[in-house]
């Protein structure tokens, strides 16, 4: 369930018009409503996401994922 909260968060966040993954991230961890666990770093958990939704091809990216400043993400 939660992968799916995570992964929809994200999929809301985005559009067909390509957004840096700095912004994508910091929104989804701040403003989405999920409570991550105290051993866990939102940001990482929300940009793992983003790779593997880029993976699924449920969303394209252009750019080092690594770099979120750097790299951009839309919908197909």
Known sequence: MRRVE???AILLHTSQSWKKVALVVVKVANEGGIVFSDLED???VVAQHIENLVGEGRLLAQGNLDEWRHSE???P
């Open 6 to 8: 995570i992964d929809d």
């Open 42 to 44: 939102d940001f990482v």
């Open 73 to 75: 993400i839309c919908k």
